[in-house]
């Protein structure tokens, strides 16, 4: 959710209870603005909240001229410091999937292993251990969740004949009806799944706007719950998948947003609630 818009923002997905005390909010306003203008980032969001066992982290997220290309992780503690997630590799979510389970310690520095039993017919001394501390295990899970359950309604964002996404100006939000239909929200990441068959089928399909993929199109489907609350007036999506994900667009107009806030696990048990 952007920064500009914080407290508004919160109050609207509050209803999940995905809520900061009044220290937090009050923090995180004016280091997002300090922050935004030290990195000259156009737009700086506040991506959500990890919960740890001694200490939470907060998640930032800085965009450049491109919105979906150009992006940057922070984290902070306590609100009022921040530091760069590092760049996450192949090898990095490799040694993260091995080496890092559970829950969230709250401290960067901490060191998850893992020792990796090879055949029978090796030496003992061939067993390997890997070892990935928690700042890397926190970069990875963010870009994951980011991956799967990052949204947008259609035609919040516009493709440029450059190739640059940027925010729509023209956007003036979704309308009741169709804020009541999956098809009109988007996952916001580069696409995976090529052309949108949901919105093909409705003939309004435009390449400016529908280059991001549907969330309808996924497989298997039923992983989203969609609302209305706040007396009818707010959308609320909330990911089954990623549990503590919330997005909200109020239509009619260009509010929209999502915020994170969990235990940084991803709900394996999914495919038996569905």
Request: with cysteine; charged share 25%; net charge negative.
């Amino acid at each position: 959710m952007d920064s500009n818009s914080l407290y508004y923002s919160l109050d609207l997905v509050a209803s999940s209870g995905r809520v900061l005390t009044v220290e937090q909010r009050t923090a995180l306003h004016t280091s997002l603005l300090i922050l935004k203008k030290n990195y000259k980032f156009q737009r700086v969001m506040f991506w959500g909240k990890i919960l740890g066992i001694k200490r939470d982290y907060f998640i930032a997220q800085g965009r450049g001229e491109d919105e979906i290309k150009d992006q940057k992780y922070l984290y902070s503690l306590n609100c009022i410091d921040w530091l760069l997630l590092p760049f996450t590799t192949e090898s990095m979510i490799e040694e993260v999937s091995k080496a890092a389970k559970g829950h969230f310690i709250g401290d960067p520095s901490f060191v998850y292993e893992q020792k990796i039993q090879g055949d029978r017919e090796e030496a003992a001394e061939e067993n390997k251990t890997t070892k990935v501390n928690e700042e890397k295990r926190l970069a990875v899970t963010v870009k994951h969740i980011d991956e799967d359950v990052s949204v947008v309604p259609r035609g919040a964002f516009i493709r440029s004949p450059l190739g640059l996404v940027q925010i729509n100006r023209s956007f003036n939000g979704l309308s009741e009806s169709e804020a009541r239909k999956l098809e009109n929200f988007l996952h916001f990441r580069e696409p995976k799944n090529g052309n949108n068959k949901s919105i093909e089928e409705m003939g309004e399909w435009s390449p400016a706007i529908d280059f991001l993929d549907v969330l309808s199109d996924e497989v298997p489907g039923g992983s989203w719950s969609l609302q209305f609350e706040c007396a009818s007036r707010v959308c609320v999506l909330r990911s089954l998948l990623w549990l503590g994900l919330t997005f909200y667009h109020v239509p009619m107009t260009s509010q929209h947003g999502y915020v994170y806030i969990g235990n940084g696990l991803k709900n394996l048990d999914l495919p038996f609630m569905l």
